[in-house]
């Protein structure tokens, strides 16, 4: 008991001072990309060839970021010869319409606070039930994070459940592979509504790497009705703690 | 090993070269290398061919660092190895379910991941066990917790399970069929996702097979990174795990702990490559990014911090006399079953298997610089959770000594077009243990054949052996303790 008690002194608090304060990313943290059209070299496409998910276009309005289909893997500011695509340190990645995760320029994705009625059902808590649907366990691995100390997604009343039926909504992972589809939907169906659902990470908004592959589904936009598209592959905790909260109009 | 091609970690051959036995000799001789100490990398589909499916099988002989590579052509069926040698069980259940070959004799051809055209998925049987008082407990595909997607169902008398079938496939995905005909510009993504928490893993292993097939030469600094990345990534899992086992027995301070040093070390490799799991680091060639002298300054000092409250985290485990008794005797894998079912990583370690591939299959990765192999015994719960902490140790070790001198050259060399009509294995040891990629080229240079075994596919079934006559309410113990990857297993 003494020993316990001493390890927790030393151990100290760690919590982040989220929302309070900004987090504290690596300076190679690869976060919302910015375009500059400008710079943009007629008739270079370079990024669009370099983009392993088919996220980007070029047109004469200059190129186009699809931020659900995006890994973050920066081969495109890598090969641009005109510095046109930078990766900011900008965490703030959720959108509540799948349009708006398209970037143009120096846009921002935009999340809407649920409508006031169904934040007075919630009160101050949200219990989701994830789905893990045949992605690479690296956004599940990020979701387990956010229950940890540090980022404690729970001191803002979030926390995941064991059962749909206590759960105010799902958050999805993973492309949803054939095998999982029937499992998914039922998760899905036995939720009480009203029922939230977020997207996270690549795969479950757009296909992410598995895009095409038969034995997926290209994510769950077509099938389920998203209210929340978290990108990223994985996300960042913090990505994922800043769109749930801007969903619950605590941002 | 007479009848076989020898090779190596990483060392290409001519697929001219590899011997094209009858039937009966391939078995005749697969088996007594086998019965002579050789272990069983691989037995898989090679190719279609015109008179039938050419099979081939891989041998590692673990003292000599030797690989041997032998080849039959078989019709629709041949008599199965599985009787003979257990290891070869899975294996060969997916040789039924990828190329659609009989291996007459095996005891059980279930379905491995219900690919397309197979049968739909949890339409299988499964083994029962019958009588009074006796009852099926079926969990998943959906779990309680954040956990990928898979089937377990316990065949119970009372408390005490009698047998654990566990059923995957739900995270299939077709990496393996989209690796074919490359490499191209999603080959390595595709490579980092193979498992979320092995990324820094299973990236080597295919930069390794490429470079393998490519003839590059990689720099010692960039050898020195992929080690960092690698110890990194074993680290930041196993002191998660060792949280987690902690969580399991509601012994909360050390979870808590645990759980965040595992994300400071995550926060370790974001500060090296600005992803928390290692992504866009390591490519064909070496590494992307080359941290500089601050930064390698910076990760010594986040280390040794970091040591420092592991140390004092996991030391609140093994005084806990509740956790350690919950632990001890619980789950035991015997050394035996080890050896026959041919499980590897840290869970063959603590039932006191001497294998490492770090040091057995060193290649220019860890050539010099192998770590201290840590041989446990017991094979237990505890066990495994004490491997877990000698590894972090070794490790920590290791890191320590190659930040001392992490060598010189470019970050990244050119990777040329692979050598057309080749074949070549990469082995890497993964946080789970042994990673194995394996690929075959076309005439053109491309991508004819690609398989990957993460170590989850040898060790899944190790967990159902290790749950026979336990309490069905030690299960999320056990599990933790192997903690074995779905979506390495069901690709």
């Known amino acids: 008991m003494f020993k316990a008690l001493l390890a927790r002194a030393r151990q100290g608090h760690r919590t982040a001072r989220y929302p309070a304060q900004p987090p504290s990313l690596p300076p190679l943290f690869r976060g919302r990309p910015v375009l500059d059209p400008a710079k943009c070299v007629a008739g270079c496409a370079r990024c669009v060839e370099s983009c392993p998910t088919g996220a980007l276009q070029v047109s004469e309005a200059?190129?186009?970021?699809?931020?659900?289909?995006?890994?973050?893997?920066?081969?495109?500011?890598?090969?641009?010869?005109?510095?046109?695509?930078?990766?900011?340190?900008?965490?703030?990645?959720?959108?509540?319409?799948?349009?708006?995760?398209?970037?143009?320029?120096?846009?921002?994705?935009?999340?809407?606070?649920?409508?006031?009625?169904?934040?007075?059902?919630?009160?101050?808590?949200?219990?989701?039930?994830?789905?893990?649907?045949?992605?690479?366990?690296?956004?599940?691995?990020?979701?387990?994070?956010?229950?940890?100390?540090?980022?404690?997604?729970?001191?803002?009343?979030?926390?995941?459940?064991?059962?749909?039926?206590?759960?105010?909504?799902?958050?999805?992972?993973?492309?949803?592979?054939?095998?999982?589809?029937?499992?998914?939907?039922?998760?899905?169906?036995?939720?009480?509504?009203?029922?939230?659902?977020?997207?996270?990470?690549?795969?479950?908004?757009?296909?992410?790497?598995?895009?095409?592959?038969?034995?997926?589904?290209?994510?769950?936009?077509?099938?389920?009705?998203?209210?929340?598209?978290?990108?990223?592959?994985?996300?960042?905790?913090?990505?994922?703690?800043?769109?749930?909260?801007?969903?619950?109009?605590?941002? | 090993m007479s009848g076989f091609l020898s090779t190596g970690n990483a060392m290409p051959v001519a697929l001219s070269a590899l011997p094209v036995r009858p039937l009966d000799a391939f078995r005749g001789e697969v088996l007594s290398a086998l019965g002579d100490g050789r272990r069983l990398l691989l037995l898989s589909g090679l190719a279609q061919t015109t008179v039938g499916t050419q099979l081939l099988a891989a041998l590692a002989d673990d003292t000599r660092g030797e690989i041997g590579l032998v080849s039959t052509i078989v019709a629709d069926s041949y008599p199965a190895l599985t009787p003979d040698w257990p290891a070869a069980h899975y294996f060969e259940r997916e040789l039924y379910e990828q190329w659609g070959v009989r291996p007459e004799g095996h005891p059980w051809l279930k379905p491995v991941r219900f690919p397309r055209g197979g049968p739909a998925i949890g339409e299988v049987e499964f083994f029962r066990v019958s009588g009074?008082?006796?009852?099926?407990?079926?969990?998943?595909?959906?779990?309680?917790?954040?956990?990928?997607?898979?089937?377990?169902?316990?065949?119970?008398?009372?408390?005490?399970?009698?047998?654990?079938?566990?059923?995957?496939?739900?995270?299939?995905?077709?990496?393996?069929?989209?690796?074919?005909?490359?490499?191209?510009?999603?080959?390595?993504?595709?490579?980092?996702?193979?498992?979320?928490?092995?990324?820094?893993?299973?990236?080597?292993?295919?930069c390794q097979l490429i470079e393998a097939l490519s003839g590059t030469l990689c720099s010692p600094r960039a050898y020195s990174l992929r080690v960092v990345a690698l110890e990194l990534e074993r680290i930041a899992n196993h002191i998660?795990?060792?949280?987690?086992?902690?969580?399991?027995?509601?012994?909360?301070?050390?979870?808590?702990?645990?759980?965040?040093?595992?994300?400071?070390?995550?926060?370790?490799?974001?500060?090296?490559?600005?992803?928390?799991?290692?992504?866009?680091?390591?490519?064909?060639?070496?590494?992307?990014?080359?941290?500089?002298?601050?930064?390698?300054?910076?990760?010594?000092?986040?280390?040794?911090?970091?040591?420092r409250d592991m140390r004092n985290a996991v030391d609140l485990l093994w005084k806990s006399s509740s956790l350690r008794a919950r632990c001890e005797n619980t789950g035991t894998l015997t050394g035996r079953a080890a050896l026959d079912l041919g499980i590897v990583g840290p869970p063959a370690r603590a039932s006191g298997i001497d294998r490492d591939c770090r040091r057995d299959f060193a290649a220019a990765l860890y050539q010099g610089r192998a770590p201290a192999v840590a041989v446990g015994d017991g094979g237990d719960v505890f066990a495994r959770a004490m491997q877990r902490w000698r590894e972090i140790e070794n490790a920590i070790g290791l890191l320590d000594r190659l930040l001392g001198e992490p060598g010189e050259g470019d970050p990244l060399a050119p990777v040329e077009t692979l050598m057309p009509d080749s074949i070549a294995l990469s082995l890497v040891e993964g946080w789970r243990g042994e990673i194995l990629h394996l690929a075959t080229t076309d005439a053109a240079g491309h991508l004819a054949y690609y398989k990957i075994i993460d170590p989850s596919f040898r060790n899944w079934f190790a967990l159902a052996i290790a749950m026979r006559g336990q309490a069905i309410s030690d299960f999320p113990l056990c599990n933790k303790s192997f903690n074995l990857s779905y979506c390495g297993h069901d690709l």
């Open chain 1, 62 to 251: 200059g190129p186009e970021l699809d931020l659900g289909r995006c890994i973050f893997c920066g081969e495109c500011a890598d090969v641009c010869p005109a510095d046109a695509i930078d990766f900011t340190q900008d965490w703030r990645l959720a959108a509540s319409e799948r349009a708006d995760l398209v970037l143009t320029g120096d846009g921002e994705p935009r999340v809407a606070a649920l409508r006031h009625e169904l934040r007075r059902l919630l009160g101050r808590s949200l219990r989701l039930r994830q789905i893990s649907a045949g992605g690479c366990n690296g956004c599940e691995a990020e979701v387990n994070a956010l229950g940890n100390v540090v980022f404690d997604a729970s001191r803002f009343g979030i926390d995941f459940v064991a059962s749909p039926r206590h759960a105010d909504g799902v958050l999805v992972t993973g492309p949803l592979t054939a095998n999982m589809k029937e499992a998914a939907l039922r998760t899905y169906e036995a939720v009480a509504e009203p029922k939230l659902v977020i997207a996270a990470g690549a795969c479950a908004i757009s296909g992410g790497i598995f895009r095409t592959h038969p034995e997926a589904c290209d994510g769950i936009a077509d099938l389920l009705p998203v209210d929340l598209y978290i990108p990223g592959c994985p996300p960042h905790p913090f990505t994922m703690l800043d769109g749930l909260l801007r969903l619950l109009g605590r941002l």
């Open chain 2, 132 to 206: 009074a008082e006796v009852h099926e407990v079926a969990v998943g595909p959906v779990h309680a917790g954040v956990i990928e997607p898979g089937h377990f169902r316990f065949n119970c008398h009372g408390e005490r399970v009698l047998h654990l079938e566990i059923s995957l496939g739900y995270q299939h995905r077709g990496v393996e069929a989209a690796l074919r005909g490359g490499p191209d510009k999603r080959s390595i993504h595709l490579a980092e996702t193979v498992a979320g928490d092995t990324s820094a893993g299973h990236a080597t292993a295919y």
């Open chain 2, 240 to 307: 998660g795990d060792l949280g987690a086992l902690a969580g399991d027995v509601g012994f909360l301070p050390a979870a808590s702990y645990c759980g965040r040093l595992r994300g400071d070390i995550l926060n370790l490799t974001a500060m090296l490559c600005g992803s928390r799991l290692g992504r866009g680091w390591i490519r064909p060639g070496g590494v992307a990014h080359e941290p500089g002298a601050e930064i390698l300054h910076e990760l010594r000092r986040g280390l040794a911090e970091a040591e």
